[in-house]
């Protein structure tokens, strides 16, 4: 294969994974932000279901209140129904019994449906013990694990783009325009294209058999005639081809 176009083709590769590590880098926040506002919601809705219990709690304890106090008035209008000297004072405590004994109803009610709102909430706080246990170590190990990867991608890009500069210098200089030129033009940085079944893998345009013949072997460098992409097929089918 042409000196040149070997070099062309590890240039792209190194390119591709340049690109592949700058968009670690650069939505590093964005996924931080991702991972921060995932456990943030895990943790409000448990600070819900927390303040729901709160509050349950607090509902359960007024009508407990209220309904031992109600019980306390009813057993004073009961005790002035049997003391009653005359008719009025018989219906005003029969007014009053009756009306307590609806209260105390009431409230009885009340009280059954928020044991019952309390018994379900307790159970799930209960059933997601774990989770709530868990995380704040699991935040830790989610932002640790991304500061890990965007450590060593950073890395890893300086490493590779020295040796961009390194290769990008050992190629004659209209190569070097050429390629700098495709990588710029192309939204999707691609200057060396691998053919694949016969077509241009960038712009999928089936290549003219005598095209795909000089591109398989790999004398030369070949334009694609749609997307003016230099063309290459794997190393290991162009030596078979040339022998």
Not at 47 to 64: G, T
Request: glycine residues 2%; contains cysteine; aromatic residues 4%.
């Amino acid at each position: 294969m042409k000196e040149e176009l070997v070099k062309l083709i590890e240039l792209q590769k190194t390119d591709n994974d340049l690109r592949r590590l700058k968009n670690i880098i650069e939505t590093a926040d964005k996924r931080r932000a991702g991972i921060e506002q995932e456990f943030e919601q895990h943790a409000f809705s448990i600070r819900e279901l927390q303040r729901r219990r709160e509050s349950l709690k607090a509902e359960q304890l007024e009508n407990e209140n209220r309904l031992a106090e109600n019980k306390t008035y009813l057993e004073r209008a009961e005790r002035n129904l049997k003391h009653a000297q005359n008719q009025k004072e018989y219906e005003t405590a029969m007014r009053e019994i009756d009306t307590l004994q609806k209260q105390i109803n009431n409230i009885e009610t009340k009280l059954v449906e928020t044991m019952s709102s309390l018994e379900e909430v307790e159970k799930e706080l209960s059933d997601r013990a774990d989770e709530i246990n868990s995380l704040d170590s699991k935040r830790a190990e989610a932002l640790e694990s991304l500061d890990k990867e965007l450590s060593a991608a950073r890395s890893q890009f300086e490493t590779l783009s020295a040796k961009r500069a390194a290769a990008l210098a050992t190629l004659p200089e209209d190569w070097a325009y050429t390629y700098d030129r495709l990588t710029q033009r192309n939204r999707d940085g691609i200057a060396v294209a691998e053919v694949v079944n016969g077509s241009c893998s960038a712009c999928h345009i089936s290549l003219r058999p005598q095209m795909l013949v000089n591109v398989r072997s790999a004398k030369e460098v070949i334009i694609c005639e749609s997307c003016s992409r230099i063309l290459y097929v794997e190393i290991q089918e162009a030596e078979a081809t040339a022998q």
